[in-house]
Protein backbone atom coordinates (compact mmCIF):
# COMPACT_ATOMS: atom_id res chain seq x y z
CA UNK A 1 0.00 0.00 0.00
CA UNK A 2 3.12 2.45 -0.13
CA UNK A 3 3.36 5.33 1.69
CA UNK A 4 -0.85 5.47 2.19
CA UNK A 5 -1.43 7.42 5.22
CA UNK A 6 -3.25 4.82 8.02
CA UNK A 7 -6.61 6.31 7.37
CA UNK A 8 -5.80 4.94 3.50
CA UNK A 9 -4.53 1.44 4.98
CA UNK A 10 -7.53 1.01 7.21
CA UNK A 11 -9.86 1.77 4.32
CA UNK A 12 -8.25 0.03 1.61
CA UNK A 13 -7.57 -3.18 4.12
CA UNK A 14 -11.32 -3.25 5.08
CA UNK A 15 -12.83 -2.66 1.03
CA UNK A 16 -10.49 -5.50 -0.02
CA UNK A 17 -11.88 -8.33 2.61
CA UNK A 18 -15.89 -7.29 3.22
CA UNK A 19 -17.70 -6.44 -0.02
CA UNK A 20 -20.63 -4.10 -0.26
CA UNK A 21 -20.46 -2.60 2.66
CA UNK A 22 -18.66 0.92 2.16
CA UNK A 23 -21.16 2.75 4.30
CA UNK A 24 -20.00 0.30 7.18
CA UNK A 25 -16.18 0.52 6.26
CA UNK A 26 -16.67 4.64 6.80
CA UNK A 27 -18.68 4.39 9.23
CA UNK A 28 -16.26 2.22 11.48
CA UNK A 29 -13.19 4.18 10.29
CA UNK A 30 -14.90 7.94 11.34
CA UNK A 31 -15.43 6.00 15.16
CA UNK A 32 -11.89 4.68 15.74
CA UNK A 33 -10.71 8.16 14.31
CA UNK A 34 -12.88 9.89 16.28
CA UNK A 35 -11.90 7.64 19.21
CA UNK A 36 -15.48 6.93 19.58
CA UNK A 37 -17.28 3.43 19.44
CA UNK A 38 -19.80 2.05 16.74
CA UNK A 39 -22.80 0.04 16.88
CA UNK A 40 -23.55 -2.04 14.23
CA UNK A 41 -27.84 -3.19 13.27
CA UNK A 42 -28.14 -5.66 10.69
CA UNK A 43 -29.92 -8.78 9.84
CA UNK A 44 -27.78 -11.76 10.20
CA UNK A 45 -24.85 -12.67 7.58
CA UNK A 46 -24.49 -9.15 6.74
CA UNK A 47 -20.68 -9.06 7.89
CA UNK A 48 -21.01 -7.19 10.95
CA UNK A 49 -18.76 -9.81 13.04
CA UNK A 50 -16.08 -10.20 10.25
CA UNK A 51 -15.40 -5.98 9.54
CA UNK A 52 -14.88 -5.60 13.30
CA UNK A 53 -12.36 -9.10 13.18
CA UNK A 54 -11.06 -7.39 9.71
CA UNK A 55 -10.64 -4.06 11.56
CA UNK A 56 -8.85 -5.43 14.79
CA UNK A 57 -6.52 -7.30 12.31
CA UNK A 58 -5.53 -4.36 10.12
CA UNK A 59 -4.26 -2.37 13.62
CA UNK A 60 -2.51 -5.75 14.84
CA UNK A 61 -3.54 -4.95 18.34
CA UNK A 62 -5.52 -6.74 21.14
CA UNK A 63 -8.91 -8.28 19.87
CA UNK A 64 -11.80 -9.08 22.68
CA UNK A 65 -14.83 -10.61 21.89
CA UNK A 66 -17.94 -11.49 24.16
CA UNK A 67 -21.09 -13.10 23.30
CA UNK A 68 -23.74 -11.32 25.05
CA UNK A 69 -26.40 -13.74 26.39
CA UNK A 70 -29.75 -13.41 29.06
CA UNK A 71 -27.30 -14.94 31.61
CA UNK A 72 -24.72 -12.82 30.94
CA UNK A 73 -23.31 -11.33 34.51
CA UNK A 74 -21.57 -7.84 34.67
CA UNK A 75 -18.18 -9.21 36.08
CA UNK A 76 -18.09 -11.63 32.74
CA UNK A 77 -17.46 -8.49 31.31
CA UNK A 78 -14.94 -6.36 32.83
CA UNK A 79 -13.61 -9.07 35.22
CA UNK A 80 -13.27 -9.67 39.11
CA UNK A 81 -11.03 -10.04 42.28
CA UNK A 82 -10.35 -13.91 42.98
CA UNK A 83 -9.08 -15.09 46.64
CA UNK A 84 -5.81 -17.70 46.10
CA UNK A 85 -5.87 -19.56 49.78
CA UNK A 86 -2.64 -20.38 49.58
CA UNK A 87 -1.30 -17.25 49.42
CA UNK A 88 -4.28 -15.85 51.51
CA UNK A 89 -3.97 -12.67 48.74
CA UNK A 90 -6.66 -11.32 46.34
CA UNK A 91 -5.85 -10.87 42.80
CA UNK A 92 -7.28 -9.41 39.72
CA UNK A 93 -8.77 -11.40 37.01
CA UNK A 94 -9.21 -9.23 34.09
CA UNK A 95 -12.19 -9.27 31.91
CA UNK A 96 -12.35 -9.25 28.28
CA UNK A 97 -12.76 -5.50 28.05
CA UNK A 98 -9.13 -5.34 28.67
CA UNK A 99 -8.58 -5.62 24.71
CA UNK A 100 -8.20 -2.19 22.20
CA UNK A 101 -11.34 -3.43 20.43
CA UNK A 102 -13.58 -5.09 21.52
CA UNK A 103 -16.79 -6.77 19.78
CA UNK A 104 -19.67 -6.88 21.79
CA UNK A 105 -21.71 -9.34 19.86
CA UNK A 106 -25.44 -8.81 19.87
CA UNK A 107 -25.61 -6.44 22.57
CA UNK A 108 -29.19 -6.49 22.91
CA UNK A 109 -29.18 -10.06 24.26
CA UNK A 110 -28.14 -9.09 27.74
CA UNK A 111 -30.18 -7.25 30.23
CA UNK A 112 -29.88 -4.02 31.24
CA UNK A 113 -27.59 -4.12 34.43
CA UNK A 114 -24.44 -6.07 32.01
CA UNK A 115 -25.06 -3.89 29.12
CA UNK A 116 -24.10 -0.86 32.18
CA UNK A 117 -20.80 -2.61 33.02
CA UNK A 118 -19.68 -1.37 29.16
CA UNK A 119 -20.74 2.66 30.14
CA UNK A 120 -17.84 3.15 32.36
CA UNK A 121 -15.38 1.65 29.89
CA UNK A 122 -16.68 3.35 27.07
CA UNK A 123 -17.21 6.63 28.40
CA UNK A 124 -14.08 7.19 31.09
CA UNK A 125 -11.47 4.38 29.13
CA UNK A 126 -11.60 3.01 33.01
CA UNK A 127 -13.59 0.03 34.93
CA UNK A 128 -13.98 -0.07 38.47
CA UNK A 129 -14.08 -3.62 40.40
CA UNK A 130 -14.78 -3.79 44.25
CA UNK A 131 -14.04 -0.48 44.18
CA UNK A 132 -10.66 -0.38 42.67
CA UNK A 133 -10.46 1.60 39.27
CA UNK A 134 -8.15 0.24 36.80
CA UNK A 135 -7.46 1.73 33.11
CA UNK A 136 -7.92 0.26 29.63
CA UNK A 137 -5.31 0.23 27.39
CA UNK A 138 -5.19 2.75 24.53
CA UNK A 139 -6.96 2.93 21.78
CA UNK A 140 -9.85 1.80 22.93
CA UNK A 141 -12.71 0.64 20.98
CA UNK A 142 -15.97 -0.47 21.91
CA UNK A 143 -17.80 -2.39 18.21
CA UNK A 144 -21.17 -3.36 19.37
CA UNK A 145 -23.95 -5.37 17.11
CA UNK A 146 -27.59 -6.05 16.97
CA UNK A 147 -30.36 -7.81 15.14
CA UNK A 148 -33.05 -5.34 14.33
CA UNK A 149 -35.66 -8.42 13.57
CA UNK A 150 -35.68 -10.45 16.52
CA UNK A 151 -37.19 -8.84 19.38
CA UNK A 152 -38.34 -12.45 21.91
CA UNK A 153 -34.97 -12.44 24.26
CA UNK A 154 -33.51 -8.78 23.74
CA UNK A 155 -33.25 -5.59 25.76
CA UNK A 156 -33.77 -2.62 23.95
CA UNK A 157 -30.97 -0.62 24.75
CA UNK A 158 -31.48 2.63 26.91
CA UNK A 159 -30.86 5.57 26.04
CA UNK A 160 -27.80 6.55 28.08
CA UNK A 161 -26.20 3.66 26.46
CA UNK A 162 -26.78 4.43 22.90
CA UNK A 163 -25.50 8.22 23.77
CA UNK A 164 -22.38 6.40 24.52
CA UNK A 165 -21.62 5.59 20.56
CA UNK A 166 -20.66 7.91 18.23
CA UNK A 167 -22.10 6.02 15.35
CA UNK A 168 -24.70 3.69 14.40
CA UNK A 169 -24.55 2.09 11.15
CA UNK A 170 -27.35 -0.34 9.10
CA UNK A 171 -25.79 -3.42 7.20
CA UNK A 172 -28.06 -4.40 4.73
CA UNK A 173 -28.23 -7.31 1.76
CA UNK A 174 -24.98 -6.45 -0.85
CA UNK A 175 -26.20 -5.12 -4.16
CA UNK A 176 -26.56 -8.24 -6.59
CA UNK A 177 -23.11 -7.39 -8.57
CA UNK A 178 -21.60 -7.69 -4.85
CA UNK A 179 -23.48 -10.43 -3.74
CA UNK A 180 -22.42 -12.64 -6.98
CA UNK A 181 -18.76 -11.41 -6.16
CA UNK A 182 -19.09 -12.93 -2.61
CA UNK A 183 -20.83 -16.16 -4.15
CA UNK A 184 -17.33 -16.04 -6.78
CA UNK A 185 -14.86 -16.20 -3.94
CA UNK A 186 -16.31 -18.49 -2.05
CA UNK A 187 -16.45 -20.82 -5.28
CA UNK A 188 -12.40 -19.67 -5.51
CA UNK A 189 -11.67 -21.09 -1.80
CA UNK A 190 -12.28 -17.30 0.28
CA UNK A 191 -13.17 -18.23 3.42
CA UNK A 192 -14.40 -15.83 6.17
CA UNK A 193 -13.20 -18.11 9.35
CA UNK A 194 -9.58 -18.02 8.26
CA UNK A 195 -8.60 -14.61 7.76
CA UNK A 196 -4.67 -15.70 7.76
CA UNK A 197 -5.37 -17.46 4.17
CA UNK A 198 -6.71 -14.01 3.24
CA UNK A 199 -3.19 -12.48 4.64
CA UNK A 200 -4.87 -9.81 7.07
CA UNK A 201 -2.06 -8.35 8.84
CA UNK A 202 -1.34 -5.36 10.65
CA UNK A 203 -1.32 -2.33 8.34
CA UNK A 204 -1.24 0.19 11.60
CA UNK A 205 0.52 0.22 14.61
CA UNK A 206 -1.32 1.56 17.80
CA UNK A 207 0.65 4.95 17.45
CA UNK A 208 -0.16 5.31 14.45
CA UNK A 209 -3.44 5.45 15.44
CA UNK A 210 -3.29 7.41 17.90
CA UNK A 211 -1.12 9.50 15.80
CA UNK A 212 -4.28 9.74 13.68
CA UNK A 213 -6.22 10.67 15.89
CA UNK A 214 -4.55 13.48 17.20
CA UNK A 215 -4.44 14.75 13.67
CA UNK A 216 -8.06 14.79 13.52
CA UNK A 217 -8.76 17.32 16.29
CA UNK A 218 -6.55 19.42 14.22
CA UNK A 219 -8.81 19.73 11.57
CA UNK A 220 -10.06 23.18 11.47
CA UNK A 221 -14.01 24.49 11.77
CA UNK A 222 -14.66 27.35 10.58
CA UNK A 223 -16.81 29.27 12.95
CA UNK A 224 -19.98 29.48 10.55
CA UNK A 225 -19.29 25.84 10.65
CA UNK A 226 -20.15 25.45 14.24
CA UNK A 227 -23.07 27.60 14.19
CA UNK A 228 -24.46 25.32 11.48
CA UNK A 229 -23.58 22.37 13.43
CA UNK A 230 -25.20 23.82 16.17
CA UNK A 231 -28.00 24.43 14.43
CA UNK A 232 -28.57 20.99 12.96
CA UNK A 233 -28.61 19.29 16.49
CA UNK A 234 -30.99 22.34 17.66
CA UNK A 235 -33.28 21.65 15.13
CA UNK A 236 -33.09 17.72 16.16
CA UNK A 237 -34.78 19.31 19.14
CA UNK A 238 -37.50 21.54 18.14
CA UNK A 239 -38.76 18.96 16.16
CA UNK A 240 -42.97 18.24 16.26
CA UNK A 241 -41.88 14.47 15.72
CA UNK A 242 -39.26 14.44 18.11
CA UNK A 243 -39.56 13.52 22.62
CA UNK A 244 -36.01 13.95 22.68
CA UNK A 245 -33.57 15.53 20.60
CA UNK A 246 -29.86 15.23 20.29
CA UNK A 247 -27.68 15.93 23.52
CA UNK A 248 -24.84 18.30 24.02
CA UNK A 249 -22.63 14.48 23.93
CA UNK A 250 -24.07 14.41 20.29
CA UNK A 251 -23.01 17.74 19.15
CA UNK A 252 -19.61 17.40 20.14
CA UNK A 253 -19.77 13.33 18.37
CA UNK A 254 -21.19 15.55 15.65
CA UNK A 255 -18.11 17.93 15.31
CA UNK A 256 -15.07 15.17 15.83
CA UNK A 257 -17.30 13.15 13.06
CA UNK A 258 -16.92 16.01 10.54
CA UNK A 259 -13.16 16.38 11.33
CA UNK A 260 -12.45 12.67 10.57
CA UNK A 261 -14.67 12.47 7.79
CA UNK A 262 -12.51 15.85 6.22
CA UNK A 263 -9.09 13.91 7.66
CA UNK A 264 -10.14 10.75 5.52
CA UNK A 265 -10.79 12.85 2.25
CA UNK A 266 -7.10 14.17 3.12
CA UNK A 267 -8.47 17.58 4.08
CA UNK A 268 -7.47 19.41 6.80
CA UNK A 269 -10.89 21.79 7.09
CA UNK A 270 -14.08 20.18 7.47
CA UNK A 271 -16.85 21.74 4.96
CA UNK A 272 -21.15 21.40 5.46
CA UNK A 273 -20.76 18.36 3.37
CA UNK A 274 -18.72 16.58 5.68
CA UNK A 275 -21.63 17.13 8.26
CA UNK A 276 -24.17 15.96 6.07
CA UNK A 277 -22.28 12.80 5.25
CA UNK A 278 -22.12 11.76 8.85
CA UNK A 279 -24.85 13.21 10.06
CA UNK A 280 -27.24 10.51 9.96
CA UNK A 281 -24.43 8.20 11.34
CA UNK A 282 -24.05 10.59 14.66
CA UNK A 283 -27.78 11.63 15.40
CA UNK A 284 -30.16 9.33 14.54
CA UNK A 285 -29.90 6.74 16.94
CA UNK A 286 -29.91 9.29 19.66
CA UNK A 287 -33.22 10.64 19.19
CA UNK A 288 -36.56 9.42 20.60
CA UNK A 289 -39.77 9.74 18.35
CA UNK A 290 -42.79 10.25 19.21
CA UNK A 291 -45.17 7.25 19.25
CA UNK A 292 -47.89 8.89 17.84
CA UNK A 293 -45.19 9.66 14.74
CA UNK A 294 -44.08 6.34 14.84
CA UNK A 295 -47.50 4.91 14.21
CA UNK A 296 -47.46 7.07 10.89
CA UNK A 297 -44.41 5.33 9.87
CA UNK A 298 -41.83 8.01 11.18
CA UNK A 299 -38.39 7.07 11.48
CA UNK A 300 -35.39 9.15 13.31
CA UNK A 301 -33.06 8.50 9.79
CA UNK A 302 -36.05 10.81 7.97
CA UNK A 303 -36.05 13.45 10.69
CA UNK A 304 -32.43 14.03 10.81
CA UNK A 305 -32.95 14.28 6.11
CA UNK A 306 -35.42 16.38 6.56
CA UNK A 307 -33.44 18.50 9.34
CA UNK A 308 -30.94 18.51 7.40
CA UNK A 309 -32.80 19.84 4.54
CA UNK A 310 -34.07 22.42 6.37
CA UNK A 311 -31.28 23.82 8.38
CA UNK A 312 -29.47 26.31 5.85
CA UNK A 313 -25.87 25.61 5.26
CA UNK A 314 -22.98 28.12 5.09
CA UNK A 315 -21.24 29.17 2.15
CA UNK A 316 -17.92 27.19 1.79
Known amino acids: MGDAGPERRLTEGLSRVVVGADRAVFALTVALLSGGHALIEGVPGTAKTLTVRVLA ?67 ERRVTIDGTTHDLPAPFMVCATQNPVEFEGT ?29 ARAVAGFDARDLDAMHVDAVVSADELLGAQRAVRTVHVAESLQGYLYDVV ?46 PLVLAHRLIVRPEAELDGTT ?14 PEE
Open 234 to 279: AATRSSADVALGASPRAALALLVAAQAAAYLDGRAFATPDDVKDVA
Open 300 to 313: ADEIVTRVLASVRA
Open 57 to 123: RLLGVVYGRIQFTPDLMPSDVVGTTVFDQRSATFSLRRGPVFCNVLLADEINRTPPKTQAALLEAME
Open 155 to 183: YPLPEAQLDRFLVRVRTGYPSPPDERALI
